[in-house]
């Protein structure tokens, strides 16, 4: 009888650790797996934050660039009026042509 | 203040599973000593009468000094569940040990030991439950290998 009964108490000791064993076994793979999740979250937020600063970047080199070609635009359109202007007073008359261009591109401006 | 950082660096690399994997494989290696290296009038002593009558004190070492390799090992990768598996195996072997002491009447004192141990093992069972902290988890650090 002692025997059985320390059989008994050895395959306890053995038993009940493996059962704590599997079970934070599991766990711990549980855990791992949202740790997985959570890292690709991550990753996907950073790269959305890249891409996000890029956009922004390239829009605002865009817009300076807008400006200048505005900026070009209407150097280029007072130097036609003064142009013209010139022309008038050396008795040549301008190009018609010239006029009508000035003239729908201050309607568009308009 | 560059020791500051590098503490920081391993931190992050490793988590807060891994330091904790790494405090637990520490007091098993220390645990694995401490069996090794009894004095005689220890191996006398009644935890260790009941320790040795369930298995030879050279395997009870083994097996920490296993699972403290274990622990360590795994600290530093992203699979760390045979660590928590084996880590807590052992606490909760060593507590059931303490009992059967305490039951048998050969260590009357064993309660104490088995609460402790056991308990330490139930806490190591819920740190197996935690994923990490989203903090310590950065794009591209240890997790960035994915297989």
């Known amino acids: ?110 | 203040m560059k020791t500051l950082g590098i503490v920081r660096r391993v931190g992050v690399l490793i988590g807060r599973r891994g330091a904790s994997l790494l405090f637990v494989g520490m007091l098993s290696f220390v645990l694995a000593a401490s069996i090794a290296f009894a004095p005689a009038p220890q191996r006398a002593s009644p935890a260790y009468l009941v320790l040795s009558d369930l298995a030879p004190l050279w395997a009870w070492a083994a097996a920490w000094a296993v699972s403290g390799a274990v622990c360590w090992v795994q600290a530093f990768v992203r699979q760390d569940r045979i660590a928590f598996a084996l880590a807590t195996a052992m606490w909760w072997a060593y507590g059931l040990a303490a009992i059967v002491g305490y039951f048998t009447g050969v260590n009357p004192r064993g309660w104490v030991a088995a609460g402790i141990w056991i308990l330490f093992g139930g806490w190591l069972n819920l740190i197996a439950t935690w994923p990490e902290s989203a903090d310590l988890l950065p794009e591209g650090r240890r997790h960035a290998r994915r297989d």
Do not use: F, W
Request: charged share 25%.
């Open chain 1, 1 to 110: 009888m002692p025997a059985v009964t320390d059989l008994l108490i050895q395959v306890a000791i053995g038993a009940v650790p493996l059962g704590v064993a599997y079970l934070a076994y599991r766990s711990a793979t549980e855990a791992n797996k949202r740790n997985l999740a959570m890292e690709g979250q991550k990753v996907d937020q950073a790269a959305y934050d890249r891409a996000q600063g890029i956009y922004e970047k390239g829009m605002s080199q865009l817009e300076k660039q807008l400006e200048r070609a505005q900026d070009q635009i209407d150097s280029l359109e007072e130097a036609v009026l003064m142009l013209r202007a010139q022309l008038i007073q050396a008795g040549i008359p301008p190009d018609p042509r010239t006029l009508t261009v000035q003239i729908t591109t201050r309607r568009d401006e308009s």
